[in-house]
C-alpha cells in the first residue's frame, strides 16, 4: 500500500468515526430533549375510532392515544402532545419532524419500513365489508366486482382493496366517518375497514350500516419513528414489551374496545399468521 492509499484509507476511518459519535448523539440527545421538555408530539388523525378521536370533551381519546400515554410515562415523558394529520400524511410528517411517532393503527410495511422504523407491535386489526342495511346484492368479497368501494386515503386498507378488488370503483376519502354517512345514503356501495372502527362509525352515524362475513385479512398496527433513531425506538419497544407482559396492553384493549378483547392474545394471532405467510 502506497503512503497516498494509507491517507485515504486513515481519513476516510475518521470520518466513518466521526460519522457515527454524531448519529449516536443526535440519538441520544431526542430521547434526552424529549425527557428533558417532558414532551413527546405524537400524530394522530383523531377520525379513527376506537383507535384514536376525539371525546365527548373534544380531546384526544381511544385505545391508541392510551396506549401512547402510557409508553410516554414510561419513558418519562409526562406530556405526550396529539397532532391531529391524515392517514397519508403520517409518513412525511414523521421525515418532516412534525411529530416524534405516530401512533395510529399504522401497519408496519415493506414500503413504509423503507421511510420509517417501526417499534414494537401494540394492536391488530382485522378488516371487514360493511355495506347499506338491507342490501342484498353484496354478501362477500366477489360480489364487490363492478361496486363503488370506499377506503380511508393512504391506509393499508386502502392497498389491500386495491390489490384484491381490481374490478372495483375505489373511492378515496379523507376521513373514515365519510364514508359512512356515503354508504348509509347510498353513494357507495361498500366500504372495507376494521371492524372495530367500522362497528363504531355504523353506530356513531346511526345511519343504517351493517357489517358482513368474516374477516379479510389481519393487520398489527405499531408506532412509527423517524429512521435513525435507535435509542428512542430501543426505549418504546421496552415500554410495550412490558406493557403486554405486565397486562396494560390486555386492561386498555378490555377498558376501549370491549370486554370480551384480549389485544394480547390477537397480536400473537397476527404474527403467527404473518410468520406462516412467509416463503
Same mark, same amino acid.
Given at each position: 500500500?502506497?503512503?497516498? #492509499?494509507?491517507l485515504?484509507?486513515a481519513v476516510?476511518?475518521?470520518?466513518?468515526v466521526?460519522?457515527?459519535?454524531?448519529?449516536g448523539r443526535?440519538?441520544?440527545? @431526542?430521547?434526552?430533549?424529549m425527557?428533558?421538555t417532558?414532551t413527546?408530539?405524537v400524530? =394522530?388523525t383523531l377520525?379513527?375510532?376506537?383507535?384514536t &378521536?376525539?371525546g365527548?370533551?373534544n380531546?384526544?381519546?381511544?385505545?391508541?392515544?392510551?396506549v401512547a @400515554?402510557? =409508553?410516554g410515562?414510561?419513558?418519562g +415523558?409526562a406530556?405526550?402532545v396529539f397532532?391531529?394529520?391524515?392517514?397519508k400524511?403520517f409518513i412525511?410528517g414523521?421525515r418532516?419532524?412534525?411529530?416524534?411517532?405516530?401512533?395510529?393503527?399504522l401497519?408496519?410495511?415493506?414500503?413504509?419500513?423503507?421511510? =420509517?422504523? &417501526?417499534?414494537?407491535?401494540y394492536?391488530?386489526e382485522?378488516f371487514?365489508i360493511?355495506?347499506?342495511?338491507?342490501?342484498t346484492?353484496?354478501k362477500?368479497?366477489? /360480489?364487490?366486482k363492478?361496486?363503488?368501494?370506499?377506503?380511508?386515503?393512504?391506509?393499508?386498507? !386502502?392497498?389491500? #382493496?386495491?390489490?384484491?378488488?381490481?374490478?372495483a370503483?375505489?373511492?378515496? *376519502?379523507?376521513?373514515?366517518?365519510?364514508? &359512512?354517512? /356515503?354508504l348509509?345514503?347510498g353513494?357507495?356501495?361498500a366500504? +372495507?375497514i376494521?371492524?372495530?372502527?367500522?362497528l363504531r362509525?355504523?353506530?356513531?352515524t346511526?345511519?343504517?350500516v351493517? !357489517?358482513?362475513g368474516?374477516?379479510l385479512?389481519?393487520?398489527?398496527s405499531?408506532p412509527a419513528? @423517524?429512521?435513525?433513531?435507535?435509542a428512542?425506538?430501543?426505549?418504546? /419497544?421496552?415500554?410495550?414489551r412490558e406493557?403486554l407482559?405486565?397486562?396494560?396492553?390486555d386492561?386498555l384493549g378490555?377498558t376501549i374496545?370491549?370486554h /370480551? *378483547?384480549k389485544?394480547s392474545?390477537?397480536i400473537?394471532?397476527a404474527k403467527?399468521?404473518q410468520?406462516? #405467510?412467509?416463503?
Amino acid at each position: 500500500m502506497n503512503v497516498r #492509499a494509507a491517507l485515504i484509507m486513515a481519513v476516510a476511518a475518521v470520518i466513518a468515526v466521526d460519522a457515527a459519535v454524531t448519529t449516536g448523539r443526535a440519538d441520544d440527545g @431526542r430521547l434526552v430533549e424529549m425527557r428533558t421538555t417532558g414532551t413527546m408530539r405524537v400524530g =394522530v388523525t383523531l377520525t379513527s375510532a376506537p383507535w384514536t &378521536f376525539l371525546g365527548g370533551d373534544n380531546k384526544p381519546a381511544g385505545y391508541d392515544v392510551e396506549v401512547a @400515554r402510557e =409508553v410516554g410515562r414510561r419513558l418519562g +415523558i409526562a406530556n405526550v402532545v396529539f397532532i391531529g394529520d391524515s392517514f397519508k400524511n403520517f409518513i412525511e410528517g414523521l421525515r418532516t419532524n412534525k411529530y416524534d411517532a405516530v401512533f395510529n393503527d399504522l401497519t408496519p410495511t415493506p414500503e413504509r419500513a423503507t421511510l =420509517v422504523d &417501526f417499534a414494537e407491535a401494540y394492536g391488530v386489526e382485522d378488516f371487514r365489508i360493511f355495506v347499506k342495511t338491507g342490501n342484498t346484492t353484496i354478501k362477500a368479497l366477489e /360480489d364487490l366486482k363492478g361496486k363503488t368501494v370506499g377506503v380511508t386515503t393512504g391506509t393499508t386498507n !386502502e392497498t389491500w #382493496a386495491r390489490a384484491n378488488i381490481p374490478q372495483a370503483k375505489i373511492a378515496g *376519502y379523507e376521513n373514515g366517518s365519510f364514508i &359512512f354517512q /356515503d354508504l348509509g345514503f347510498g353513494r357507495v356501495d361498500a366500504t +372495507i375497514i376494521s371492524h372495530f372502527g367500522g362497528l363504531r362509525y355504523a353506530k356513531a352515524t346511526n345511519l343504517g350500516v351493517t !357489517e358482513i362475513g368474516g374477516p379479510l385479512t389481519y393487520q398489527l398496527s405499531a408506532p412509527a419513528i @423517524r429512521k435513525g433513531e435507535p435509542a428512542l425506538k430501543a426505549a418504546i /419497544d421496552g415500554a410495550i414489551r412490558e406493557m403486554l407482559a405486565d397486562g396494560t396492553i390486555d386492561r386498555l384493549g378490555e377498558t376501549i374496545i370491549g370486554h /370480551d *378483547y384480549k389485544m394480547s392474545d390477537a397480536i400473537a394471532k397476527a404474527k403467527a399468521e404473518q410468520a406462516d #405467510a412467509k416463503p
